[in-house]
């Protein structure tokens, strides 16, 4: 069979698979019901833009994992780099130790971030652990309680992050009370944030304001080009801190290494992970030398810039600083484009936004927005083969490995349409594409399905 990451999708039979089914099976009897899952896809492996289940079915990643492997599933570079790491160190707590990929990196990231002067670097292990340190840290430089958020936000899970989060009520319901002193602002829209600073929210009590340079979970929005500038000079009118989230944004996703740089703007203090190390758990802060002086102990991660990870970032950013950060351009200037002319031959699609490879598709109905409908494009592609994901309130997210060629762009639009066209005819129906046995498998078929090598 063709290599992997050379092969185009390919659907064996109904899916899910009896070997993917079977597993789901065991999922659902072990697993936290509080994970999202899309679609049933059982992952066996992956390379590049590719991915293959257990029933050897083969698919187009444009998820790249949530816009995490960057530079491609298993890019060789990348294992190389992890296989060498592993072999010399794989954990001394870079908090307590030192250890030279962790500081490599650290200099590394201090010299890509925008803005002038010298920068430093806190590591953590994931993208909502990179915004509570920030969190912690503006409060802890200001000396002031308050922040500032965006409705439609998505800053992560745990209670910081969630508290600044704005994207959707499941993510708050139930778990209340949240962190205090929080507020909320219309994304794009200035006078909304002056608005706040003249009535409940006094300029000089407010920390910090967090801000996506473009939403990523509540739709892929794009701000007005005056946003991000107004925001900075609002800052630096009244001494708050700005602090960029760049989780998903980063790490050359839109064609810049950072989305700020579309608006040269730079952030005093800027959030990372997702693609930083290609799949593995690695997150950032990176904060003005001056903004970063909190004490020894104050704060700290036992993970946290583990060394593996950190070899496995450095690889993978010298991977997008060479070749995918100009791919990205490149490929989502393809995809949009692609994207954008077959609108006028579906109505469902209402507008096409984005930069380099973050695009979202909003699907509309009636001039309304369409989640149901939305989801049944997604499904659709899933099952031709092409993996998307869902984002805002109706929107298709394209988020694909930066690595995507010219040929994959053109099979994902191809895909992508005939899923539009199935929902369109009528012939798009959830319930049955999943077969009886999704989550109902007896023990007797997930035996038999499930070999021990996988």
Same mark, same amino acid.
């Given at each position: 069979?063709?290599?992997?990451?050379?092969?185009?999708?390919?659907?064996?039979? !109904?899916?899910?698979?009896?070997?993917?089914?079977?597993?789901?099976? !065991?999922?659902?009897r072990v697993m936290s019901p509080s994970y999202t899952?899309?679609?049933?896809? $059982?992952?066996?492996?992956?390379?590049?833009?590719?991915?293959?289940?257990?029933?050897?079915?083969?698919?187009?990643?444009?998820?790249?994992?949530?816009?995490?492997?960057?530079?491609?599933?298993?890019?060789?570079?990348?294992?190389?780099?992890?296989?060498?790491?592993?072999?010399?160190?794989?954990?001394?707590?870079?908090?307590?130790? *030192? *250890?030279?990929?962790?500081?490599?990196?650290?200099?590394?990231?201090?010299?890509?971030?925008?803005?002038?002067?010298?920068?430093?670097?806190?590591?953590?292990?994931?993208?909502?652990?990179?915004?509570?340190?920030?969190?912690?840290?503006?409060?802890?430089?200001?000396? !002031?309680?308050?922040?500032?958020?965006?409705?439609?936000?998505?800053?992560?899970?745990t209670y910081g992050a969630m508290s600044l989060s704005?994207?959707?009520?499941?993510?708050?319901?139930?778990?209340?009370?949240? $962190?205090?002193?929080?507020?909320?602002?219309?994304?794009?829209?200035?006078?909304?944030?002056?608005?706040?600073?003249?009535? $409940?929210?006094?300029?000089?009590?407010?920390?910090?304001?967090?801000?996506?340079?473009?939403?990523?979970?509540?739709?892929?929005?794009?701000?007005?080009?005056?946003?991000?500038?107004?925001?900075?000079?609002?800052?630096?009118?009244?001494?708050?801190?700005?602090?960029?989230?760049?989780?998903?944004?980063? =790490?050359?996703?839109?064609?810049?290494?950072?989305?700020?740089?579309?608006?040269?703007?730079?952030?005093?203090?800027?959030?990372?992970?997702?693609? =930083?190390?290609?799949?593995?758990?690695?997150?950032?802060?990176?904060?003005?030398?001056?903004?970063?002086?909190?004490?020894?102990?104050?704060?700290?991660?036992?993970?946290?810039?583990?060394?593996?990870?950190?070899?496995?970032?450095?690889?993978?950013?010298?991977?997008?600083?060479?070749?995918?950060?100009?791919?990205?351009?490149?490929?989502?200037?393809?995809?949009?484009?692609?994207?954008?002319?077959?609108?006028?031959?579906?109505?469902?699609?209402?507008?096409?936004?984005?930069?380099?490879?973050?695009?979202?598709?909003?699907?509309?109905?009636?001039?309304?927005?369409?989640?149901?409908?939305?989801?049944?494009?997604?499904?659709?592609?899933?099952?031709?083969?092409?993996?998307?994901?869902?984002?805002?309130?109706?929107?298709?997210?394209?988020?694909?490995?930066?690595?995507?060629?010219? !040929?994959?762009?053109?099979?994902?639009?191809?895909?992508?349409?005939?899923?539009?066209?199935?929902?369109?005819?009528?012939?798009a129906n959830p319930a049955s594409s999943v077969p009886?046995?999704?989550?109902?498998?007896?023990?007797?078929?997930?035996?038999?399905?499930?070999?021990?090598?996988?």
């Amino acid at each position: 069979m063709t290599a992997l990451h050379r092969d185009q999708p390919r659907i064996n039979g !109904r899916l899910p698979g009896v070997r993917a089914s079977a597993w789901l099976a !065991r999922d659902d009897r072990v697993m936290s019901p509080s994970y999202t899952r899309v679609y049933p896809l $059982v992952v066996r492996r992956a390379r590049g833009a590719m991915i293959e289940d257990l029933d050897g079915n083969r698919f187009l990643d444009f998820t790249a994992g949530i816009a995490v492997t960057a530079a491609g599933h298993c890019h060789p570079r990348v294992v190389a780099a992890i296989r060498k790491q592993a072999g010399r160190l794989i954990h001394m707590s870079g908090t307590d130790f *030192y *250890y030279t990929p962790q500081i490599r990196l650290a200099e590394r990231l201090a010299r890509l971030a925008p803005g002038p002067g010298a920068k430093r670097v806190f590591f953590t292990n994931s993208g909502a652990e990179a915004v509570e340190a920030a969190f912690k840290l503006a409060r802890r430089h200001t000396g !002031r309680l308050r922040a500032l958020a965006f409705l439609n936000a998505f800053h992560g899970r745990t209670y910081g992050a969630m508290s600044l989060s704005g994207s959707k009520p499941m993510q708050r319901r139930g778990f209340a009370p949240l $962190v205090p002193e929080i507020h909320h602002a219309r994304f794009g829209d200035l006078e909304s944030v002056r608005a706040l600073l003249r009535s $409940v929210c006094p300029p000089d009590e407010l920390a910090a304001i967090f801000v996506e340079p473009i939403q990523g979970e509540g739709g892929y929005l794009v701000p007005p080009p005056e946003f991000l500038p107004g925001l900075r000079q609002i800052c630096d009118e009244h001494g708050i801190l700005l602090v960029l989230d760049e989780v998903q944004t980063g =790490i050359g996703r839109t064609g810049r290494m950072f989305a700020s740089e579309h608006w040269n703007v730079a952030g005093d203090i800027v959030c990372l992970a997702k693609g =930083i190390a290609n799949g593995l758990p690695l997150g950032a802060i990176i904060a003005r030398d001056e903004v970063m002086d909190w004490p020894s102990g104050s704060h700290a991660s036992t993970f946290g810039g583990n060394p593996v990870a950190c070899a496995a970032a450095l690889a993978t950013l010298g991977l997008v600083e060479r070749r995918y950060r100009a791919n990205a351009v490149r490929r989502g200037g393809e995809l949009r484009e692609g994207l954008i002319a077959m609108a006028p031959r579906h109505s469902m699609i209402h507008e096409v936004r984005g930069l380099g490879l973050m695009i979202g598709v909003e699907i509309q109905a009636d001039g309304s927005p369409a989640p149901a409908l939305r989801d049944l494009v997604v499904d659709q592609a899933f099952q031709r083969g092409l993996l998307l994901l869902p984002c805002g309130p109706s929107t298709v997210r394209f988020s694909p490995p930066l690595c995507l060629t010219g !040929r994959q762009v053109q099979t994902g639009l191809s895909l992508f349409e005939a899923a539009l066209g199935a929902v369109e005819e009528g012939h798009a129906n959830p319930a049955s594409s999943v077969p009886s046995t999704f989550g109902n498998t007896t023990d007797e078929s997930v035996d038999n399905a499930c070999p021990a090598d996988l």
